[in-house]
């Protein structure tokens, strides 16, 4: 079955009792047994819930998994991950990561003594290099949120086999349109839901994907035992939403594709970062290992700061706004909104400038979504 033919069938039939073409919302917290001990699989929609677990399957098969665990959150997702780890354990993470990754591994597993170090991926050799006898897991995002670096994912897989280390791969700019980590050695994979998956700003949530049945036991041991799980009717949105996500990442990339070459030729624009623009450094990379480059831009102006604010808060079509992934085009300061936990003098140690701005390119027609960009770039 071709990919664009799953994300619109995989994990769905009709419904036996109707015939409904499109799985039952189950808004139900509980559910009443048959007789003591025989409860057909679900007795607490904190444990498993019907619609849950169609999307869940229905993720897992779109990435080429075995198993899907859902949670509340992205956040909570990576959180189920690092519960698999126990005091004393190491972390090899990549260091251009989501500011809520790198403030939740900071300010609060650090706690709990475990341990973190922070390498530029895109060369896999950093990561060796920082594994020590105690690492137990290299955690990699790819493209990066937000100077979007490329890992070549095969070979940190490699590295990580050798080293018998868990590899768990954050893929929610990439999504399994255009990427799938599995693929190449990872053993968890995690999105955000809220991002693409979903895909219009309707809904919180998050889900990790493997192929190992001993981590899927654990992820639902502790989703079962935390109880951050993602109530009914967000994950029946999000199967909504799953069923146009192929449609809707190529028209995302294709116009990100016109946008990023619009400004890489404006006189204003001091550096465009986009995978699919032969001036990213990780460009061969990406395209081997990618089957598209998705929608998410970051550039500089060379008014710097001013500029970039300017430009920020004269867009009228784009809106500022903090998330991503969604069907309409948004801009987001970094610095002020999404990683403004990260220390300044760490975001400009890792290229994170107080003056970078990030695009996620929208389905709008990009022409439109140009002429916007256009007349907040005459104020700068």
Known sequence: MKFDTKVVQAGMTPDPTTGAILPPLYQTATYVLEEVGKDKGFDYTRSANPTRQVMEEMLATIDGGEYGVAYASGMAAVDSCMKLLKAGDHVVCSDDVYGGVSRHFNEILVNYDLHF???DSSDPANVEHAITPT???IWIETPTNPLL??????AVGKIAKKHGI???VDSTFATPVFLRPLEFGADLVMHSTTKYLS???????????TNREDLFEQLKFVQKTIGAVPGPFDCWLTILGVKTLDLRMKKHAANAQAVAEYLEVHSKVSTVTFPGLPSHPMHEVAKEQMSGFSGMISFELTGGIPAGKTVMNSVQLAKLAESLGAV????????????VDVPQAEREARGLTDGL?????GIENPNDIIAD???ALDKA
């Open 117 to 119: 170090t922070y390498v």
């Open 199 to 209: 895909g219009h700003n309707q809904l919180i949530g998050g889900v990790v994907i």
């Open 328 to 339: 309409e085009t948004m801009i987001t300061h970094p610095a002020t909104m999404t990683h």
């Open 357 to 361: 701005v990030r695009i996620s390119v």
């Open 373 to 375: 960009l256009e007349q």
């Open 135 to 137: 690492t137990k897991l």
């Open 166 to 168: 868990m590899f768990g």
């Open 149 to 154: 670096k490329i890992t070549d994912l095969e």
